[in-house]
């Protein structure tokens, strides 16, 4: 029972292993070819997340403006958005991962589409943030881009799997090997 356990155990992680493997080349090509191209998926995702930002602020009371990629709060020109920090790879990564563990599709669909707001919405926080960061502090802006905030959309990312994995997903069955 344990070695057909075990068997069946290493086949699903195998399986994810291909499945991971596959869509990462899906990914790399839609990358370096249609999305290449026209930019249209980035240029979308980098405006909005801009707009976004600029909304917030001027929500809570601030004073905010934006070109297509530029933030400006106060009137100084605080964040440049450029596709890299968009958040677009890490929101691929994330659909990937819970789209080849083992789940219902439904259940998938919706926890996707959850995370990938969560996801946005960080990022829309991060840009805000680093926007006042900008003007407060100049000195620990590039510190602050390259790893505070990274670090804490990454680790979101990572709350967001293990919570699928915990809670959603059937992925726990696997590593689950109690013989009770």
């Not at 990564?93 to 969560?118: Q, W």
Request: aromatic fraction near 16%.
């Amino acid at each position: 029972m344990i070695v057909e356990q075990q068997y069946t155990h290493n086949n699903q992680l195998k399986t994810i292993g291909i499945r991971a493997v596959f869509l990462f080349f899906v990914w790399k090509l839609l990358q370096f070819t249609i999305m290449k191209e026209d930019g249209a998926i980035d240029t979308a995702i980098t405006e909005s997340i801009v707009y976004m930002s600029s909304f917030f602020i001027n929500l809570f009371g601030g004073e905010a403006y934006h070109t297509s990629s530029t933030l400006y709060i106060n009137g100084i020109k605080s964040v440049f958005v450029g596709s890299p920090c968009n958040g677009l790879v890490i929101m691929v990564i994330f659909s990937s991962f819970v789209a080849i563990t083992p789940g219902r599709l439904s259940t998938k669909i919706v926890y996707i589409l959850v995370g990938l707001v969560i996801i946005y919405l960080s990022n829309t926080l991060r840009v805000i943030l680093l926007g006042y960061n900008y003007i407060q502090d100049m000195e620990t802006f590039n510190f602050n881009h390259k790893y505070t905030y990274v670090i804490i959309v990454y680790s979101i990312v990572f709350a967001l799997w293990m919570l699928w994995i915990e809670k959603f997903s059937l992925m726990k069955d696997i590593f689950n090997t109690n013989d009770q």
